[in-house]
């Protein structure tokens, strides 16, 4: 006769036994936080001190600009920008490494009072589940911010924020021409006018990819039929859109979130996977919304994602997985060195 199977555990034990691990986790990774943000400090503050020493040399060059080679003064300036902007990322990391460890500590701290309050047995069962099933939770949502906030200042920083600092430089070279070489300062001042363009559009495509009006007043369908055509103007990208069921409105969050994913797939196509072409599907049910997006990009082995590696990480999936889930849907991805990648998921439409 097969042995008997042994009493199932306390789920109250099982349950104070898994935030225990759990805060010893946590405990690990704020030891490894705090000596993260110690080396960045360090690195901040000697880039500070690089960007003083290329602020103070430039500063000498422009005291003798007539007498120094055009060559010189676009290296001067260049080191400048270079040191500012490895400054500025750097500054990001070492927010953002702040910002988990605030986080982290936050989240020990709910931990230990779980485990205090168990231990002590001054808290019901049906009290200590909910709080240690929703910690998590909470703590997915300020992280999946944090990554977003993230992007969005990385974005800032190599679109708009670098654009308006070489408008700058060549405004000043313009403006120091003017009465050395007229004819070269009108030449400089064509591209000038050329590179306020093209910043321009820049800027106005980053605020549309940020919220497109379009989203709020014609809803999902349309802003995406726009967006498909704003990438389709560039060069060695396509994309297909192909919509099947009945078009219509749904819940706004539902919609931003539905385009959000899709947006940030593509960009993945185009941007990381360096794909030629991709293929986006939208199937709108009564009771859910399905969607695919496949590219014929580089791809990535499926292994890496299990590592937390940085394929999920330089891709955002796991971003893009969590605003999926936390609306009750499914995000599932495949994909092949050399063969491309397919992503898909589905959301319920009540």
């Given amino acids: 006769m097969p042995a008997a199977s042994p009493p199932p555990a306390n789920p109250m034990s099982a349950l104070l036994e898994e935030c225990r691990k759990e805060y010893q986790q946590v405990q690990s990774e704020l030891k490894e936080v ?3 943000i110690q080396q960045t400090a360090s690195e901040v503050d000697r880039l500070a001190q690089r960007s003083t020493q290329a602020a103070n040399h430039l500063q000498q060059v422009e005291a003798h600009f007539d007498t120094i080679p055009r ?23 070492l927010e953002k490494l702040q910002s ?40 997915r949502a300020i992280e ?37 070489n007229p004819e070269q300062a009108r030449a400089e001042l064509a591209n000038l006018k050329a590179a306020v363009v093209a910043t321009f559009q820049k800027v106005r495509t980053f605020i549309s990819n940020l919220r497109p009006m379009m989203l709020d007043d014609l809803g999902l369908v349309p802003t995406l039929r726009r967006h498909i055509e704003d990438i389709g103007e560039g060069e060695g990208f396509r994309v297909n859109l192909t919509i ?9 969050y539902k919609e931003v979130t539905v385009f959000r994913v899709i947006q940030e797939l593509l960009t993945n196509a185009r941007d990381v996977s360096y794909a030629t072409r991709a293929q986006v599907n939208v199937d709108i049910g009564e009771d859910r919304i399905l969607v ?54 589905e959301l319920p439409l009540p």
Wanted: charged share 30%; aromatic share 6%; net charge negative.
């Fill in 34 to 36: 705090d000596m993260l």
């Fill in 71 to 93: 060559q010189d003064i676009r290296e001067a300036y260049q080191a400048l920008v270079e040191t500012q902007q490895r400054l500025f990322t750097m500054r990001g990391q």
């Fill in 100 to 139: 988990d460890q605030r986080h982290l500590q936050q989240y020990a701290r709910l931990l230990q009072r779980v485990l205090e309050s168990c231990q002590e047995g001054a808290v019901p069962q049906e009290r200590v589940q909910p709080a240690a099933e929703g910690v998590p939770a909470v703590v």
């Fill in 144 to 180: 999946a911010q944090e990554r977003e906030r993230q992007i969005l200042a990385r974005q800032m920083h190599d679109g708009p924020a670098q654009a308006l600092t070489n408008l700058v430089l060549q405004a000043e070279i313009c403006e120091r021409l003017f009465e050395s």
């Fill in 244 to 252: 099947t069921g009945r078009e219509r409105r749904f819940a706004p």
């Fill in 292 to 345: 695919s997006v496949e590219d014929d990009g580089s791809g990535f082995e499926m292994s890496e994602l299990g590592r937390g590696g940085t394929v999920a990480e330089r891709m955002g999936l796991d971003t893009l997985r969590e605003r999926v889930e936390m609306l009750g849907g499914r995000f599932q991805i495949e994909s092949t060195p050399g063969r491309g990648t397919r992503a898909f998921f």
